[in-house]
């Protein structure tokens, strides 16, 4: 089993940063894909952004690319997600999460284990 545990979210104002951390326990995630969701009141959770086992692969969204930097430390099993010109619609809960594959899927179907989330609020 793995627990995952987000943490950084916050309120800030359109065009700051936020730093996401996701700290994974129980297991090593190093052979894990991960991704970063997020879900906003009244819609379907999305995926952001997701990175393959060794970080050699990494994707982003449309809405977040050149703003969303997904990255990974094996050795710290820990997981991140640098936000930057953040924007009143990022605002959201926003989801670590590791699937057993070693690269990454868009479907939120295909990861096995899920953090609480930690809220992202942007204000304009």
């Known amino acids: 089993q793995v627990q995952l545990v987000e943490s950084g979210g916050g309120l800030v104002q359109a065009g700051d940063s936020l730093r996401l951390s996701c700290t994974a326990s129980?297991?090593?995630?190093?052979?894990?894909?991960m991704g970063w969701f997020r879900q906003a009141p009244g819609k379907e959770r999305e995926v952001v952004a997701a990175?393959?086992?060794?970080?050699?692969?990494?994707y982003n969204a449309e809405p977040v690319k050149g703003r969303f930097t997904i990255s990974r430390d094996n050795a710290k099993n820990m997981v991140y997600l640098q936000m930057n010109s953040l924007k009143p619609e990022d605002t959201a809960v926003y989801y670590c999460?590791?699937?057993?594959?070693?690269?990454?899927?868009?479907?939120?179907?295909?990861?096995?284990?899920w953090g609480q989330g930690t809220q992202v609020t942007v204000s304009s």
């Open positions: 999460a590791a699937g057993r594959a070693r690269y990454y899927s868009l479907r939120y179907s295909d990861y096995d284990y």
């Open positions: 129980g297991r090593t995630i190093s052979n894990y894909a």
């Open positions: 990175i393959s086992w060794n970080g050699a692969s990494t």
